[in-house]
T-cell receptor
Framework: SQKIEQNSEALNIQEGKTATLTCNYT??????LQWYRQDPGRGPVFLLL?????KEKRKERLKVTFDTTLKQSLFHITASQPADSATYLC???????????FGKGTMLLVSP | SQTIHQWPATLVQPVGSPLSLECTVE??????LYWYRQAAGRGLQLLFY??????ISSEVPQNLSASRPQDRQFILSSKKLLLSDSGFYLC????????????????FGPGTRLTVL
């Protein structure tokens, strides 16, 4: 069956460190993968998109990698800040012509 | 710029009562529209999506229904709420382009917190 897996346990890190979140998928061949941020009681906000032919994408302190052989995407936040504390969701389009399927998300807690 | 509105922000309803949640989008034409539910500790569950007026696709069989009476208006309804309908309801939109290079990047509204008692 098709699955998107994100670490269900919260990730606790200290301010200034690099946070790395993982998204694994099985039985998909997505053309792209997206990352969203969700704060408590709010809707998700789009952060980054990476296509299957891209190994890495950067935006300010954010970096996303996409390994279609491992079927994995890594999401990095460098020089993390307490304001980065949120739940991060990965999402992919199973066919390239349908709607997104979201992972359950990983909560990131950055301590001062 | 585009904006998406949802109301009400919070709602407490008794079991068996009807439901109507509304979502409107401004600043874009012919968007794809989506309704999601997020139960406590769970992921986003796609309920309905629409690619045009009167065109509704249901992803999960349930006692909910959706309608799109206008291009930028999406309504989620129920005739009789169940306890299991409690959750955080999110509306989202995306650009209605398909074909090579298309990405279904979605933009979410603020959500409605529904509690069924």
């Amino acid at each position: 069956s098709q699955k998107i897996e994100q670490n269900s346990e919260a990730l606790n890190i200290q301010e200034g460190k690099t946070a790395t979140l993982t998204c694994n998928y099985t039985n998909y061949s997505p053309a792209y993968l997206q990352w969203y941020r969700q704060d408590p009681g709010r809707g998700p906000v789009f952060l980054l998109l990476i296509r299957e032919n891209e190994k890495e994408k950067r935006k300010e302190r954010l970096k996303v990698t996409f390994d279609t052989t491992l079927k994995q995407s890594l999401f990095h936040i460098t020089a993390s800040q307490p304001a980065d504390s949120a739940t991060y969701l990965c999402a992919l389009d199973p066919s390239g012509y349908s709607t997104l399927t979201f992972g359950k998300g990983t909560m990131l807690l950055v301590s001062p | 710029s585009q904006t998406i509105h949802q109301w009400p922000a919070t709602l407490v309803q008794p079991v068996g009562s009807p439901l109507s949640l509304e979502c409107t989008v401004e600043g874009t034409s012919n968007p794809n529209l989506y309704w999601y539910r997020q139960a406590a500790g769970r992921g986003l569950q796609l309920l309905f999506y629409s690619v045009g007026i009167g065109q509704i696709s249901s992803e999960v069989p349930q006692n909910l229904s959706a309608s799109r009476p206008q291009d930028r208006q999406f309504i989620l309804s129920s005739k009789k709420l169940l306890l299991s309908d409690s959750g955080f309801y999110l509306c989202a939109w995306s650009v209605a382009e398909r074909g090579g290079g298309y990405t279904d990047t979605q933009y979410f509204g603020p959500g409605t917190r529904l509690t069924v008692l």
